[in-house]
Structures are given as structure tokens and as C-alpha cells.
């Protein structure tokens, strides 16, 4: 029987994008390397980590609950709070009553050199830097479940969109290697990932910083034997060239045809006073190259409802661009004033009452989109990856097809992580569709 008393153990709390869960993985495997363990279910831990976000204000606001709710629960714990919420806002985050330590998204990653301080003299500290000096990247792969991995490739962002606050939290744009980004596929590969999703926070800025080139990184990524499908989360729409598209239709073994890309308006005067660089016309460009190459491909695309500036006239531009775009589904982001940002300056200001009703629309439109696109799939085979049994009910197995539809089959679990070829058949809703494997 082994003692383990004297072994430390952490619990770890994100909130916010993928990047920050990819982080807090990179955080925590940083801790396992010195022998602090995650804390298992019902076990107290001596250390709380919080991630936090600032994408809007209620994400601030879930930051402060989530952190007063986990010092009430773990009273002598050492709370960190790092993140997007700890960087914009230190003194903020520090004055909460039970923080020991503030560490700004340059920082989260030498948490283990601020808790060795602590154990030294227990003086709470804040460490975070001027965005300006955020210079460092540093690398992160999370293991998502079996199946999926998501890979840090890029970090930061150079474009200033006049609503967002994201540029002040993470810093410039820099990017990871090629050669390092390679190894942690093939580490992900080992460890029996069959899927690894590419995040950052501008993802097709990557190499801008260091000389290196996207399409070049994946297509070393694509060689990586054993990852079975790449995604690449986000990415603007000027950055995604014929080039990678093409690639991704003709040249790639495994990138798949799914793309998420942000939009954020369909009316041009909005997307200028916005700062997007781009226009409604390179939008339509991009989307239709897609579906002439990939005509099966999926398209996610980001918009917000009720930005500064968004008028009622140019609020109908946008909604019927967005009627008229052939893509897959839209997520809808109700507009979030942020304190600091350029959008303040901009007149005209849009009432709850309409955003709400603006995202109503647009989260209308969406679904009839996602069903229409969905339909056209029925009675057809692809491909699936499994990724998970159903919670409740026994021999239902739900995965996604290469063109991201989300189904449900009745299946063995023994399908867990592997692809195979199923049928769609019908809705189970709007977000899911069922399969059948008895083809
Ligand atoms: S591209 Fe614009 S919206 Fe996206 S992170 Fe950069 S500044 Fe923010």
C-alpha cells in the first residue's frame, strides 16, 4: 500500500474557447510533472485552478461566481486565477476575497514557479503582463476525449476588430513550429487520438511571426500517420486562400470538408465600422469556392446580432445576406458592449429588446439552414467517427460524419474511436441525425 498523504492534488475549472481548455491541460500536465495530481471526484484538493474568459461581460461575471463559488466550497485550497479575465482585469480578480494568485495568459504557463513561491512565503502575488509583451507561445494539446485532441498552433491576434477585447487579453499574433506542432500529432497519434481540431485565435496568421507557412504546416500534419481527420476551428475568411481550400478538396488525406469561418455581419458599413477585413463580396467568394469544390462540405459561420451601428437598415442588409449565403448553420452572438473598445465611439447603440429579437431571427434562420443541409444527406453512407456512447440509453453510439453531422446510431460501443460507415436516415432534432451501421 503506498502513502500518499504527502501528494498534492489540483482541480481544474475553464470557462470560455477551446484554446483556454487546450491550456488548461498544457497547465495541467505542467503540474503532473511535479507530482501534483488531479483531484478526482469527492477528493479536496490542495490547489484550484481557474481559466477564465472575458469574451463578454457575462463571461466576466461567471468568472467571479465560479471563483467565490470554488473558494467557499475549498476553503484552505490555493486558488490561481489565470486567463483572459485575470489579464484584462488583475486588480479586479485580486480584490475577490480567498485569490492567492493572479497569473496574466503570459504567465499560466509558469504557474508552477508561482506556486513553488508560495509554498516559499504564502504572499499572494499578480503577475501579469502588458499585452504588448506578450511575446511567448506557448504550446498546448488537449486531449478533448479518445477521439479528439485539440492542437494550439497559434496564439494572439494583430487585427483590432473595433468590438473585441481578445487582441488586449492574448497578445500579439505568434505561433508554434511546425516541427513541435508535428510532434504533438504524433504523441496525440500514440495515445490513440484519431481526430485533432487546429484552434488559436487567428489561426490563418500562423507563421506570419516566425516565416513559416499554414498550408505548409498542414500538410506536414496531414502525413502524421494514425490521426485519421483534422479541423481547423476558425478561421477569417481573407485567410482562407483558394490555395488551402483547394488543398483541402484535391491534395489532403485527412483534413476534412468542414469549415467554421466568422462573418460577424452581412452588411458592409457594419463590417467597416466593425474593422473586418474583408467585405460581403470576398465573403460570398469564399463560400462559394467552397461549395464548388466541396459541394458537401460543411460551413459554420459566427455572426452577431445588434452591433453598434447595426441601424435597421442595415440590420435587414445583413439578415437577408445571411438568408441568401448557402451555408450550413450560423452561430448567433447577441453583441456585448466591452468597456475600453473602439465600438463605444460608434453611434448608434441597439436596445436588448431588439438584439434579442435580431438573435431570435437569426437563430431561425439557422436551424432552417442546419435542417435543410442536414436533408440532403438522408438515405446517403459516410463516413463516422464514434465518439461516444449515449449517457442513459444502452446501445446507442453518437459520432460525426467527415462533413461534421452529428449522428446517432444503434451500435455496439465497441465502435468507440473507430470509423466506420453508416447511413443517415431522418432527424432525431435539429442537431442530430439518425444512422443506421447495417449497411
Ligand atoms: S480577428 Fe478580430 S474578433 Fe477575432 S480575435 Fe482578432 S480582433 Fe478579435
Redesign the pocket.
Known amino acids: 500500500m503506498t502513502d500518499d498523504t504527502n501528494i498534492l492534488r489540483a482541480s481544474y475549472h475553464t470557462l470560455g474557447c477551446k484554446l483556454n481548455f487546450s491550456e488548461t491541460s498544457a497547465i495541467g500536465m505542467q503540474l503532473a510533472r511535479r507530482g501534483i495530481i488531479k483531484a478526482q471526484g469527492g477528493e479536496i484538493p490542495d490547489i484550484v485552478v481557474v481559466n477564465t474568459c472575458s469574451v463578454t461581460e457575462v463571461a466576466d461575471k461567471k468568472g467571479r461566481s465560479l471563483i467565490r463559488r470554488l473558494r467557499n466550497r475549498w476553503p484552505d485550497a490555493t486558488l490561481v486565477v489565470t486567463g483572459c479575465y485575470a489579464q484584462l482585469k488583475p486588480q479586479e480578480v485580486a480584490a475577490i476575497e480567498g485569490v492567492d494568485i493572479v497569473l496574466g495568459n503570459d504567465e499560466k504557463l509558469r504557474i508552477s514557479d508561482f506556486l513553488r513561491q508560495w509554498e516559499a512565503d504564502r504572499r499572494s502575488r499578480v503577475a501579469v503582463h502588458d499585452y504588448l509583451d506578450i511575446r511567448e507561445f506557448h504550446g498546448a494539446c488537449e486531449r478533448g476525449d479518445r477521439t479528439r485532441y485539440w492542437l494550439k498552433v497559434q496564439d494572439g491576434?494583430d487585427?483590432?476588430?473595433t468590438y473585441?477585447t481578445?487582441?488586449f487579453a492574448r497578445g500579439r499574433s505568434r505561433s508554434g513550429r511546425i516541427a513541435d506542432l508535428v510532434a504533438e500529432a504524433e504523441n496525440a497519434a500514440e495515445a490513440g487520438g484519431k481526430e485533432i481540431v487546429l484552434t488559436g485565435?487567428?489561426v490563418g496568421c500562423f507563421g506570419k511571426d516566425t516565416g513559416e507557412d499554414f498550408l505548409e504546416l498542414l500538410k506536414r500534419l496531414d502525413a502524421v500517420e494514425g490521426i485519421e481527420r483534422y479541423r481547423i476551428s476558425s478561421i477569417?475568411p481573407n485567410l482562407l486562400t483558394e490555395e488551402i481550400v483547394r488543398w483541402i478538396a484535391d491534395g489532403s488525406r485527412a483534413f476534412m470538408p468542414s469549415f467554421h469561418i466568422p462573418l460577424q455581419s452581412g452588411s458592409d458599413e457594419v463590417l467597416r465600422l466593425m474593422n473586418r477585413r474583408y467585405r460581403t463580396d470576398l465573403f460570398t467568394d469564399r463560400v462559394q469556392m467552397i461549395r464548388s469544390l466541396m459541394p458537401d462540405a460543411f460551413i459554420g459561420v459566427d455572426i452577431i446580432a445588434g452591433a453598434r451601428g447595426e441601424t435597421e437598415g442595415e440590420w435587414e442588409k445583413s439578415f437577408s445576406y445571411a438568408e441568401s449565403l448557402p451555408v450550413s448553420r450560423y452561430h448567433v452572438f447577441p453583441y456585448s458592449e466591452r468597456p475600453g473598445t473602439k465600438a463605444l465611439g460608434i453611434d448608434h447603440n441597439v436596445s436588448q429588446e431588439e438584439k434579442h429579437r435580431r438573435v431570435a431571427m437569426l437563430t431561425k434562420l439557422s436551424d432552417v439552414k442546419l435542417r435543410d443541409f442536414s436533408r440532403r444527406f438522408f438515405g446517403t453512407v459516410r463516413p463516422v467517427l464514434w465518439e461516444h456512447p449515449d449517457a442513459d440509453e444502452e446501445g446507442l453510439m453518437y459520432g460525426h460524419t467527415d462533413n461534421y453531422l452529428r449522428v446517432r446510431a444503434s451500435a455496439s460501443a465497441s465502435l468507440y474511436n473507430t470509423i466506420s460507415s453508416a447511413r443517415l436516415e431522418g432527424f432525431v432534432d435539429t442537431e442530430t441525425l439518425s444512422a443506421t451501421t447495417d449497411i
Open positions: 491576434c487585427y483590432f476588430c473585441c481578445i487582441p485565435v487567428n477569417e
